[in-house]
């Protein structure tokens, strides 16, 4: 099956700087790429998401960024806000097909004040 | 529009205890989703229903089990509590199941087995 790897586990940045937060996936049939902000005590909020037959996606300061020759996907924050800090997921699912999502490990980004 | 709507926010039960967790959907979803979240394996698929009928069920043993009403309310079931199922299990509900159309996760139930 399709296993998703996240990486840093933890990000911690200036308030202002950019953050990168980079997934692998392994299945190469995968094409939809969605990412997740999930804050203390509530649910995963999808706040991006990227499908396979687009490289770049922008929404105000997110961005999202994919590779598909080397599976790898990216999400980019820009000018990061304290709100910013929160745990963010990435996943990835076949669209059409898979009822399901497989999600990678989280990074746990912090925005120092 | 009102969210998904997850019942309780917390539990705490024993081990050998039976448990169940109720998922009310956004109005007009028709697929419910259950995921269990762990420090240690994050977040995992458990089952999809849609209209009342398992779609799709994710690598957990027969002692996690689901159900799905007429008015899309979901229900999942642990029974025989162990140590390990202690979680936050999140439902997600959609119009017609797939992710990509858009999925909206409830805030979790924590369920802690004693």
């Known amino acids: 099956g399709e296993n998703v790897e996240q990486h840093p586990s933890t990000l911690s940045v200036q308030e202002g700087d950019s953050a990168v937060i980079k997934c692998t996936y392994s299945d190469s049939a995968s094409n939809y790429f969605p990412w997740y902000k999930q804050e203390l005590g509530k649910g995963p909020q999808l706040i991006i998401d990227i499908r396979s037959n687009v490289g770049e996606k922008k929404d105000q300061r997110i961005a999202v960024t994919l590779n598909k020759t080397a599976k790898h996907f990216s999400l980019h924050i820009t000018e990061t806000q304290p709100e910013d800090s929160a745990v963010y997921f990435c996943a990835a699912s076949i669209s059409g097909s898979a009822r399901q999502l497989t999600f990678g490990s989280g990074t746990q980004l912090t925005v120092l004040p | 529009k009102a969210g998904v709507t997850q019942t309780p926010r917390y539990l705490i039960k024993t081990r050998g205890q039976q448990v169940t967790l109720s998922c009310s959907p956004i109005s007009g979803h028709r697929s419910v989703s259950w995921y269990q979240q762990t420090p240690g394996q994050g977040l995992q698929f458990l089952f999809e229903y849609f209209s009342e009928t398992q779609r799709n069920k994710g690598n957990f043993p027969g002692r996690f089990s689901g159900r799905q009403f007429s008015n899309s309310r979901s229900e999942m079931n642990v029974s025989t509590l162990e140590l390990g199922d202690s979680a936050l299990y999140l439902c997600?509900?959609?119009?017609?199941?797939?992710?990509?159309?858009?999925?909206?996760f409830g805030s979790g139930t924590r369920l802690t087995v004693v």
């Open positions: 997600a509900s959609s119009l017609v199941g797939f992710p990509n159309y858009g999925y909206t």
